[in-house]
T-cell receptor, first 114, second 115 residues
């Protein structure tokens, strides 16, 4: 089974609207971390937000928030007030236990329309 | 914030030659560095994990004799693609973390094209 599943190959959103990018994960380790990264066409990986498995509250970083539903094993990224510069690939990733290796999903290509 | 650099950013080489890619942590000591490969329109796949002063740990299916990794200092790791073939053409990205940190800081990547 895939450890990280991103079911949306592509998403479109109008500028200034909110968008949710889906991510589900699979692990049997009670200690894990979930990450979201943005990859623009230049290729660099930009860290957006992190959620630990024991964190009680959903993570937020500016316009980014993570809708963490532990029982459903989902960690969706919500981007509020989309901007044209948000157009990029978005990857969900997971770290398990004390192992710092990251497993990435296949990504979602977000296009923000003016 | 933590900065990781990679050199070169782009390289084109002939089939059969070797190519070395450097990954440097510029403002922190990286106890662990990771090397990823990303084929066009695909996700990042971890190739190997390197800890300073010890041998790298390779993921299943990655040939350690073909992809030589050296993590000689706390700020530098190198990936050497030996006897490169066109199928090795890819985007290679490194990341680095310091001890006790959850976060990995990624380099800007190196695009390798093997003719």
């Amino acid at each position: 089974a895939q450890k990280i599943t991103q079911t949306q190959p592509g998403m479109f959103v109008q500028e200034k609207e909110a968008v949710t990018l889906d991510c589900t994960y699979d692990t049997s380790d009670p200690s894990y971390g979930l990450f979201w990264y943005k990859q623009p066409s230049s290729g660099e990986m930009i860290f957006l937000i992190y959620q630990g498995s024991y964190d009680q509250q959903n993570a937020t970083e500016g316009r980014y928030s993570l809708n963490f539903q532990k029982a459903r094993k989902s960690a969706n990224l919500v981007i509020s007030a989309s901007q044209l510069g948000d157009s990029a690939m978005y990857f969900c990733a997971m770290r398990e236990g004390s192992n710092y290796k990251l497993t990435f999903g296949k990504g979602t290509l977000l296009t923000v329309n003016p | 914030g933590a900065v990781v650099s990679q050199h070169p950013s782009r390289v084109i080489c002939k089939s059969g030659t070797s190519v070395k890619i450097e990954c440097r942590s510029l403002d922190f000591q990286a106890t662990t560095m990771f090397w990823y490969r990303q084929f066009p329109k695909q996700s990042l796949m971890l190739m190997a994990t390197s800890n300073e002063g010890s041998k790298a740990t390779y993921e299943q299916g990655v040939e350690k004799d073909k992809f030589l990794i050296n993590h000689a200092s706390l700020t530098l790791s190198t990936l050497t693609v030996t006897s490169a073939h066109p199928e090795d053409s890819s985007f290679y990205i490194c990341s680095a973390k310091s001890g006790g940190s959850n976060e990995q800081f990624f380099g800007p990547g190196t695009r390798l094209t093997v003719l």
